[in-house]
Nanobody, 123 residues
Framework: VQLVESGGGLAQPGGSLSLPCAAS????????MYWARQAPGKGPEWVSG????????YTAEFAQGRFSISRDNANNTLYLQMNSLKPEDTAMYYC?????????????????WGQGTQVTVAT
């Protein structure tokens, strides 16, 4: 299993970033996926997750109305669109694979994480 995040970088407050996660080594369309983040000195935090078929997304309250999760099962890619970014969104962002098709909204319900992509929001 490989999960490779990209798209991170420096963004200004109020700006946008789009994070893709390329998946390989498993049948992507049969597993729920999610995004998590970890800021320096803090524990991992759930951001947004989605069922195997692209339905029933669940997004953490802090990201609702600003972040959007989606997936392209034909191309084995998970996405996180982040708008209206704030300095407190600065963190390493990870995509993660769950154990089955249905989304379980627990940060530890995963068997694989990617290496992460750094997002920094600053002027």
């Amino acid at each position: 299993v490989q999960l490779v995040e990209s798209g991170g970088g420096l963004a200004q407050p109020g700006g946008s970033l789009s994070l893709p996660c390329a998946a390989s080594g498993f049948i992507f369309k049969t597993y729920a996926m999610y995004w998590a983040r970890q800021a320096p000195g803090k524990g991992p935090e759930w951001v947004s997750g989605i069922k195997n078929d692209g339905t029933s997304p669940y997004t953490a309250e802090f990201a609702q109305g600003r972040f959007s999760i989606s997936r392209d099962n034909a191309n084995n890619t998970l996405y996180l669109q982040m708008n209206s970014l704030k300095p407190e969104d600065t963190a390493m962002y990870y995509c993660a694979k769950q154990f089955g098709p249905d989304l379980i909204t627990h940060i530890r319900y995963s068997d694989y994480w990617g290496q992460g992509t750094q997002v920094t929001v600053a002027t």
